[in-house]
């Protein structure tokens, strides 16, 4: 059975190089099958991936090989019992992948042929939605004053960083976060890195600013969060455990008592519009906002500074006037 087959595709093959060389624009269409079948095989795959039937994939493919070398080798008794099966192979493939093929085939009817590969969706977009759910867990996490550190990595990278924690590899959501963060869990002590629109890592440590300037009621993860900014381009978001307020540490600043607007335009400004650039006269408009957001966030910052060492020049002087 093998033999005849394989005869008949060396005449087909051999006629198809003959038309080639007599039409060699043939080969731009050639080029175009090739790619759409590289993309039905990667769409197959990812859609048999986390399913049993990628399992059976691989045991066709290896009964496959078997029959082939079956066949080189001459073991007739073996080969006649393999091409006996192959013969009903299309019809037990198409039981084999029924809930698959159903899928496919319903993925193709409901949504456009792009979203079937995964690729609906633009990275501008992706990073857009990773931020609102980022920010929708740090105001949770700031309403019953959880202690958190996320860290948005952009052109340096932080792998060094990232194997320092606990390798995650997840798509963000609010619920993980918030849950990472739960005290007193394995997880929560330390900051997490978010790489490639994905929870990279968590309960990663990060360097400490040792600048001695700063206030000195800032606890240690307002401390690495500025230590991270200043030893590469990330962003750092911050809750404090103690006030319930967000922080943003970039460029070796922080930038303190931050509401949900102003930690949307920043995280926007510095991860979206910073990359990709202005799309429309929306992003334009929240650029603008960015900037007045950062000014008054500076101002909130240089007060509290203003504060904090008042509060510690009154502590020293009260404590002198006692001794």
């Not at 009817?109 to 079937?116: H, V």
């Not at 959501?173 to 968590?202: C, E, M, R, W, Y």
Request: aromatic share 6%; with cysteine; hydrophobic share 45%.
């Amino acid at each position: 059975m093998f033999e005849k087959v394989n005869e008949q595709m060396q005449i087909d093959f051999s006629a198809y190089l003959n038309e080639l060389r007599t039409q060699p624009w043939q080969i731009i269409t050639l080029i175009i099958d090739i790619i759409l079948v590289g993309f039905l095989i990667y769409g197959f795959i990812k859609i048999t991936k986390n399913s049993r039937a990628l399992q059976l994939l691989k045991g066709i493919v290896l009964l496959v090989i078997i029959t082939v070398l079956s066949n080189v080798f001459r073991l007739r008794i073996l080969n006649f019992i393999l091409t006996s099966f192959m013969t009903y192979g299309v019809i037990a493939l198409l039981l084999i992948f029924q809930p698959e093929l159903r899928r496919a085939l319903e993925q193709i009817g409901s949504s456009t042929f792009t979203k079937m590969f995964g690729i609906d969706k633009s990275l501008r977009d992706k990073t857009k939605e990773d931020i609102y759910k980022v920010v929708i867990a740090v105001q949770e996490m700031a309403k019953t004053k959880t202690g958190a550190l996320i860290v948005f990595e952009r052109d340096i990278k932080l792998q060094d960083i990232v194997e320092t924690g606990v390798v995650i590899d997840a798509e963000i959501s609010p619920q993980l976060i918030a849950n990472i963060f739960v005290p007193k869990t394995p997880l929560h002590d330390g900051a997490v890195i978010i790489a490639n629109n994905k929870i990279s890592s968590a309960a990663c440590i990060l360097p400490l600013t040792d600048d001695k300037d700063l206030v000195k009621g800032l606890g240690t993860r307002h401390r690495a969060a500025i230590g991270i900014s200043k030893e590469s381009d990330a962003v750092a978001v911050v809750v404090s455990e103690e006030t319930g307020k967000i922080s943003i540490a970039k460029d070796g600043t922080l930038i303190v008592d931050v509401d949900e607007d102003a930690l949307k335009r920043i995280l926007m400004k510095n991860l979206i519009i910073a990359r990709f650039g202005p799309e429309e006269k929306n992003d334009r408009f929240s650029a603008i906002k960015g900037k007045v957001a950062d000014r008054k966030a500076k101002i909130i910052e240089y007060k509290s500074l203003k504060k904090n060492k008042k509060e510690n020049k009154d502590k020293e002087t009260d404590k002198n006037i006692k001794e």
